[in-house]
């Protein structure tokens, strides 16, 4: 869709499910299944969001997915369906690999940089070959050596070897005009999100400070969350902005909505379609 002067489009690489109670924390789960049903193992589906856009004639994807990096163990844990991939769902836009000047994460989790690299034989090699990729310091030094709390949300193997390719950043940044990522800690203490503005229209790619339209309550925040006092305190902040602003906000997770404009009734925000 058109955003002002740029391009932009929601882009799926599949989905996967995660436990329902780590997703939502405190909240009782007889709250949480009515909004996000769990299997017999308690896992709720999710979807892996990432977003194309074309701007001042570059091409940029933001997150990557969750790749093809894990064994049949993870790949069955994580109950992964590919019925798409990021690298399709570009070729489908007619963007080759090559193609791709800049690659945003938000974070490193698995889940959000999948396909930052590819396998070729047995070596990983960037899957953009000429793409800049754009990450907090804070967070690729803390993906490289992360606490026994949240090891296993890190795998090395799904970015490491972009490193010759990457830019760090330290804080707030303008990666093109109208393209800006703002640190918001919280789920990690450098996650970043991304704000997009052309000709006074607006996206934001508001990643796990609200993975899913459900998690727009305010409490309603994930056990994952290192900081979640932070995320609260994010939340009330930048919530009640985005929908005075009538921002297009985009969700990395939800399986049902990439992405909606907000409102604000009676103190609560909640979704409506854009």
């Not at 193992?41 to 892996?48: E, M, T, V």
């Not at 194309?52 to 004639?57: D, E, P, T």
């Not at 390719?165 to 330290?170: G, R």
Request: aromatic fraction near 8%.
């Amino acid at each position: 869709m058109k955003l002002g002067q740029f391009e932009i489009y929601a882009l799926s690489d599949g989905t996967f499910a995660l436990d329902g109670g780590q997703m939502f924390g405190v909240v009782p789960k007889v709250l949480w299944q009515k909004k996000a049903p769990a299997d017999e193992r308690n896992r709720i589906r999710l979807g892996l969001t990432c977003m194309l856009v074309r701007a001042h004639g570059k091409t940029l994807v933001i997150e990557t997915g969750i790749g093809d990096k894990m064994d049949a163990k993870l790949a069955d844990i994580y109950a992964i369906e590919h019925t798409t991939t990021l690298p399709a769902e570009l070729a489908k836009r007619g963007v080759e690999l090559n193609g791709v000047d800049v690659v945003i994460n938000t974070h490193l989790h698995f889940d959000h940089c999948g396909w930052n690299v590819r396998r070729e034989g047995k070596q990983l090699l960037p899957t953009f070959p000429r793409a800049r990729y754009f990450i907090q310091r804070g967070e690729w030094e803390h993906a490289l050596a992360p606490t026994r709390r949240d090891r296993g949300s890190y795998i090395t193997e799904c970015f490491a070897a972009t490193e010759p390719q990457t830019e760090f950043l330290s804080g707030d940044a303008e990666i093109l005009p109208g393209i800006h990522v703002e640190v918001v800690p919280g789920h990690t203490r450098t996650m970043q999100c991304v704000r997009i503005e052309s000709e006074g229209a607006r996206a934001f790619f508001i990643s796990d400070l609200v993975p899913t339209v459900a998690h727009l309550a305010y409490p309603w925040i994930m056990s994952f969350d290192l900081y979640p006092m932070e995320t609260l305190a994010n939340k009330e902040r930048l919530l009640p902005q985005l929908a005075a602003e009538k921002t297009l906000v985009v969700f990395p997770h939800d399986p049902n909505f990439a992405w909606l404009k907000l409102v604000e009734l009676h103190g609560q925000i909640a979704g409506r379609l854009a």
